[in-house]
DNA sequence: ATCTTCGAGGAGAAGGATGCGCATGGGGCA
DNA sequence: TGCCCCATGCGCATCCTTCTCCTCGAAGAT
């Protein structure tokens, strides 16, 4: 799980982000409202956490224009103990939850688990591996945000790799997952594949997220 | 949250009520009218489902008496896929959505979250993908301002799609939501329509909407 | 230890076959 | 007379095969 996190205060911010890291939280950790904005809009996260009061766009209005464009991400709202009206008017928004400042952060991971599992049954089509990413539904990958166009072998062939980010599989495995029968040991269909993915995916990136195994296989991330 | 569904074949009833509170929306179920008026006049819900042909006050009347106590309690009708005017009748009355029947569980769930959230009497009827607006109300489609003339299916069709921006629908998929029955695998009605949407809403203009993904279907927007 | 050799496994490129989706015209039905 | 549905042909993206060249790593020689 990766989260954003959108907290001023820079020592509850990093004093936050430690604690959720040893949960097992991936978090992004900002103080400026105008960044928050920009990292929420172009990086597909599981929960956004963001402060009301914050410099730059406060955490309302990254909440209504995320609504706007339809963007479903869990949310959930901190607020300073006084200010009730903002609460309502969050949930209004489509908060999913909000917290009162200041707060444990063993109940913020909780929540944060709650949410995005409640969201899950609507928004799990998305498979991330690095900034690789896999929207099953509208069946598009993006690497940084970039749209990479995939035919449909080629994109259930990766959508198995990164089903199991950084496990690696033998040839047959993979032909029997997305081809669906037994392999003529002749043919290599696979490295024909998994070259054309290397072509489109990391190609013009430095960080190559594919991996050879000889004699074993491949495998993509995790590493 | 909580909803009352009224819907008179009690098997579809049981099968519903079950299906919303595995996702966490508490209903309570009656299949008779008059039961439901005395429900949902007493019992401040967060939503209404209800059926338009029932026993007892059908689903119109119990909306219009509702409006006209001025209670804006969202309300989503259900209706057979026949009954083209009554779709339009609701919405003037102030329905807040419809459906049409079978539906899936999941998209009713979805679309309750959806007018739930939205404040009270602000009900929209207008769907936007880009500069593709479609107002379910007049029946009417227009890009960049300019109207364009449907015909039923064609819009039953648009409607579907643009209902879920940018995800990938299958033939089948489509071809059960919008004629309603098992399509018969060797008919092409789906490319011939949505060729006619394309012709009408593509043809003109640089942007075009309609995506074909290959061996799986189409979609519209999104990005 | 380091270097050299060699075989198998993998990468890469290119061309033919396949079948999906586009396009269009015509017949049937309210 | 529109609208809906069916049927047919064609073009092109995709898929798969084939062939060649390159890379890796083991094992023996120095």
Same mark, same amino acid.
């Given at each position: 799980?990766?989260?954003?996190?959108?907290?001023?205060?820079?020592?509850?911010?990093?004093?936050?982000?430690?604690?959720?890291?040893?949960?097992?939280?991936?978090?992004?950790?900002?103080?400026?409202?105008?960044?928050?904005?920009?990292?929420?809009?172009?990086?597909?996260?599981?929960?956004?956490?963001?402060?009301?009061?914050?410099?730059?766009?406060?955490?309302?209005?990254?909440?209504?224009?995320?609504?706007?464009?339809?963007?479903?991400?869990?949310?959930?709202?901190?607020?300073?103990?006084?200010?009730?009206?903002?609460?309502?008017?969050?949930?209004?928004?489509?908060?999913?939850?909000?917290?009162?400042?200041?707060?444990? %952060? $063993?109940? #913020? +991971?909780?929540? &944060?688990?709650?949410?995005?599992?409640?969201? @899950? /049954?609507?928004?799990?089509? !998305?498979?991330? %591996? $690095?900034? #690789? +990413?896999?929207? &099953?539904?509208?069946?598009?990958?993006?690497? @940084? /945000?970039?749209?990479?166009? !995939?035919?449909?072998? $080629?994109?259930?062939?990766?959508?198995?790799?990164?089903?199991?980010?950084?496990?690696?599989?033998?040839?047959?495995?993979?032909?029997?997952?997305?081809?669906?029968?037994?392999?003529?040991?002749?043919?290599?269909?696979?490295?024909?594949?998994?070259?054309?993915?290397?072509?489109?995916?990391?190609?013009?990136?430095?960080?190559?997220?594919?991996?050879?195994?000889?004699?074993?296989?491949?495998?993509?991330?995790?590493?």
């Amino acid at each position: 799980m990766r989260i954003l996190l959108l907290e001023d205060q820079t020592k509850l911010l990093s004093f936050a982000k430690k604690g959720l890291e040893e949960q097992g939280i991936q978090v992004d950790a900002v103080s400026d409202g105008d960044e928050a904005w920009e990292m929420a809009t172009s990086t597909p996260y599981d929960a956004l956490v963001l402060d009301i009061m914050v410099p730059g766009r406060d955490g309302l209005s990254i909440l209504r224009g995320l609504r706007e464009k339809r963007n479903a991400v869990p949310v959930i709202l901190l607020t300073a103990r006084t200010t009730l009206p903002e609460k309502i008017e969050g949930l209004n928004l489509g908060a999913d939850d909000y917290m009162t400042k200041p707060f444990f %952060v $063993e109940e #913020l +991971a909780a929540r &944060l688990r709650t949410v995005a599992r409640r969201k @899950a /049954g609507e928004a799990n089509h !998305l498979i991330r %591996v $690095e900034d #690789l +990413a896999m929207d &099953l539904l509208a069946r598009k990958v993006t690497r @940084a /945000g970039v749209e990479i166009e !995939l035919s449909t072998r $080629e994109f259930e062939l990766l959508e198995h790799l990164m089903r199991s980010p950084g496990r690696v599989f033998g040839r047959m495995q993979i032909y029997e997952h997305v081809w669906g029968y037994n392999m003529d040991p002749e043919t290599n269909l696979v490295e024909v594949y998994i070259q054309r993915l290397r072509a489109k995916i990391d190609k013009d990136y430095d960080k190559k997220l594919f991996r050879t195994v000889r004699g074993v296989g491949y495998a993509i991330g995790g590493a």
